[in-house]
């Protein structure tokens, strides 16, 4: 028994340990499996976590390979306009003086030392106040955008971006999501706001609090043109960003929450609600006090100043477009090409070219040219009553177009047409309409040349004649003449045979008389007016408005400085918005006239030693058939304006003064051939491809462009050297470094003995001062006038001590002029314009000009083998010019004879 006992307690303790074991095994399996499912969430958070943080990482990984890089953040998006400066300063933006811009976005970055004081104070009172605290991501306004705009829906508890997220929204962009649906969006919009946020915080570990204000003011888009503070201060107030006032930069700062809005253009009320917010920010931040707030908030808004910028407005804008197209052409040769081996872009890498043009030169050459033409104008319109077609019946025949007398072939009236029909083939409105009114044209696939051809040559068929003799040129002979001229092929002209022996014919003719029916209509326009805006709102038809400004005397003027060839003034028209065509540059040659003369004479002095005092016979001149070197087929005689000569002796200047014809084919006599005035003249930079080698050229029957007779002439002013035209003085790129000096290009070379040079400056001086001269004109000066056939262009050469001076006038069409000398003439055509020029630089007390100067003289070496070589028979070169004692220059010579035909038979047309 007692042997069982502990037995019986084990068992009984087993038991009991049995009896908890069982109670207590439910607990523990439901612990152990918590565990389990805990672990397993665990896991599973952890897993979640990691692929959340690879997401996020592989996001902004992959996001920042799309941010924008250093040199977008530092040039945004490589829009920087390129600007052109003028040679003079100016002195209030202390600066070159601005001509123009070339831009895809008219932008021109300024640093933040050149913003005013007040575009800075308003832009962080108003976008961010803590800016200076935080590091590109405002937490606090983050908060304060939940708490108060999305949980208790306050609209006016303000935006939460700071000024690094608002110009890293305008660096990055904001996607398109229209049509896209809403997930779509939500990403779309998802992943630019955090390229944004990260680039903003990118913004403020690489720029400095200054650099990234300057930045942000120059990449917003103020409208009108406007990129960038500095447009938007030129444009809206016509200052630069450095002299805004409180309210004009408090303006400014509105616009850049909604520029369409808050504009004073397109509204004005909210413009100044948008203002007075500013101003109220700037107060509540101690930028202004309570007086000035109070003071400024009530002042109107004042958009006086307002002006769009456009490339028909300012100065020297004909030769703005010119310079356009030669740097195109400049920047593309390998010298000039980035360091990548690409061209520069004129209007995205904010070049800066800085040019040989005074702008005070510029401004007094534009005057001088409204003031005259102007007035000379109204003498044309006089001149052609009847321009329009709607005179009395006795001035019938007053119509350039189709007047006509005993020298105006059928063949010239045929020209005047297809000069017409063409300007009117070039119009937006026949462009728009040809399609709808010429239907038979455009299925036939015919050209408007093929129209006018086609009504031409029935015209030559229905001609009648007058008297039997007479030849009359038909259809089938123009066809012919055509064929010749290569104007047409054989292909085109059996194409014309066989539409006009169609009965498509009859109705081309009617579709071509209704679409010029539509042209005669009346409808409302504006055309170019002599009035302060340039411009004028009428009542016209189309094709009067053709005719209109048709009629419409052109100029090309050029001022260049002789000794260094820079271009101090370009006027290629009248305005450019209504003449784009530029009568200046190289490309527009007209018909010289008596300009070429003075060349001749040098010429024939410098080559046969002869004395400008020398005389000579006014007789008629023959150079006949197989004389020398001209390689004349039949004898040459020129004739005197008027046909007459007076027989009698006169000296070299006198000659030049009245521009004789007979004279000047003496002297091309004596040269025995063109060749040496062909030298010469390519000597002094004119392109003798376009001067023929033919005895007339004597008597400026080339055509030649301004840009090369000012070239030429400024020989004369500066001791025979001539110095390339050049309007670039150097390009600099956007960081300020010289890519390109023009004095590298120049040409230079002595184009004419420096004795001949010297003698011909007095001897144009003289020529001018007996032909009556310039009243109030101080300077020393000199020139040559030049007229052409039936009065076409009319011409001065003018120099003066240091500047030689090129004007050119006339119409496009040459048939477009005045019939008689009286009017028509360069002395009273050109010169003027000369005249006007001087009187007003010299009247300019800023430019200053040294109206005491002197030519170039001679050393006293020079002056006495001058004097010996050149046997001055009549006088001396001293420092005052020739001589005072020339026998025959003692009396005045009048206009009438300043000029001359370059038609060998000119009759005096009356009126």
Known sequence: MESQEPTNEFDDQHDHNQKESVTFSKPESFRQSRMKSYRKVVRWMWRLYLLGLITVITMFVWLSYQLPSFKQLEDPKSRIASVVYASNMDDAKGENEILGKYYVENRTIVPYDSLSPHLVNALVATEDARFYEHSGIDAYALGRVFVKTMILQQRNAGGGSTISQQLAKLLVGRPNTKGRNKLVRFWMIGTTKLKEWLTAVKLERSYTKKEIISMYFNEFDFLFNANGVRSAAETYFQKTPKELSINEAAMLVRMLKNPSLYNPILNPKNAKKGREQVLKNMQIHKHITQEQYDKLRVEPIDIT??????????????????LRGHLKKLLKQENLLQSDGKPYDLYRDGLKIYTTIDARYQRHAEKAVWDHLSQHQKKLFKHWPNWNNKADRKYKNRNPWTYKDYRVSEGELALRRWALERVVWGTDRYKIMRNRVLPTVVKLKLRDSDIYRMNEMERANKRKKKHK????????????????????????????????????WEQIKKEYKAMFDYFEQPVKMRIFAYNQKG??????????????????????????????????????????????????N????????????????????????????????????????????????KDWTPKNAGGSYSGQTLTLISALTKSLNSVSAYLMKELNSPEPLRKTLADAGIDTSKVPSNPTICLGTADLSVYEMVGAYSVFANLGVYNEPVFIERIEDADGNVIYVAEQDQDTRQALDKRTAYVMSQVLQRVQSTAGGFGGIKSKHGGKTGTTNFQADGWFMGIIPGLAVGTWVGCDDRFIRFRTLTNGQGAHMARPIFQNFLRNIEGDPVLAINTKAEFPKLDDMDAESTQNSIELN???????????????????IIDEYDDSETEIDVGDDSE
């Open 305 to 322: 100043r307002f002006k769009m910028v456009n490339h028909n407005d300012g100065v020297a804008t004909h030769f703005r477009e010119y």
């Open 469 to 504: 003799w007479d030849k009359v040129t038909r259809g089938e002979d123009l066809l012919k003449y055509w064929l010749k001229m290569e104007y047409i092929d054989q292909d085109k002209a059996n194409i014309l045979k066989k539409v006009m022996a169609s009965a498509d």
């Open 535 to 584: 411009e004028t709102d009428t009542i016209m038809s189309p094709m009067d408005s053709i005719r209109y400004h048709r009629m419409h005397l052109q100029t090309g003027s050029i001022s260049i400085d002789t000794k260094n060839g820079h271009i101090k003034s370009w006027v290629g028209g009248l305005n450019h918005k209504y003449f784009k065509y530029d009568h200046a």
């Open 586 to 633: 190289k490309r527009n040659a007209r018909q010289v006239g008596s300009t070429m003369k003075p060349f001749l004479y040098a010429v024939t002095i410098e080559k046969k030693g002869l004395s400008p005092c020398q005389e000579v016979w006014d007789v008629k001149t023959t150079i006949e058939k197989g004389y020398g070197k001209f390689g004349l087929h």
């Open 874 to 892: 009549c006088g001396k070169i001293n420092s005052g010019g020739l001589a005072d004692e020339f026998p025959d220059l003692t009396n005045p």
